[in-house]
């Protein structure tokens, strides 16, 4: 129910925009997060933004470089991708929890995951 999507190849600098959407689930009062999984690597969370108050929250290494946002209308979550690092590069995945009714950020559960898409940031 969730699709996550906008994942390419881009050189170092760049920028890419991820959406996560969703079926079947209204993504307005769900806590939504973002992941990585790097070759070799662990999955590691990225970004978070909260149910009901989009409050936000960033993985050091890409503060000041990624923004998370929410269209209630479109029912999307974006991951926005700035100065792109070759170690940014990863599958990267939506995931979801929720229905709440109060703001809950970086849940340690998630029920709803997307099928991940893959970010290559080369020269």
């Known amino acids: 129910q969730l699709q996550a999507s906008g994942g390419g190849l881009v050189q170092p600098g760049g920028s890419l925009r991820l959406s996560c959407s969703a079926s079947g689930l209204t993504l307005h009062n769900t806590a939504i997060s973002w992941f990585r999984q790097a070759p070799g690597k662990e999955r590691e969370g990225v970004s978070c933004i909260s149910s009901n108050d989009d409050s936000t929250s960033y993985e050091d290494s890409v503060k000041g470089r990624f923004t998370i946002s929410r269209d209630n209308a479109k029912n999307t979550v974006y991951l926005q991708m700035n100065s792109l690092k070759p170690e940014d590069t990863a599958v990267y995945y939506c995931?979801?929890?929720?229905?709440?009714?109060?703001?809950?950020?970086?849940?340690?559960?998630?029920?709803?995951w997307g099928q991940g898409t893959l970010v290559t940031v080369s020269s």
């Open positions: 995931a979801a929890d929720g229905p709440y009714g109060y703001v809950v950020i970086c849940p340690h559960e998630y029920h709803f």
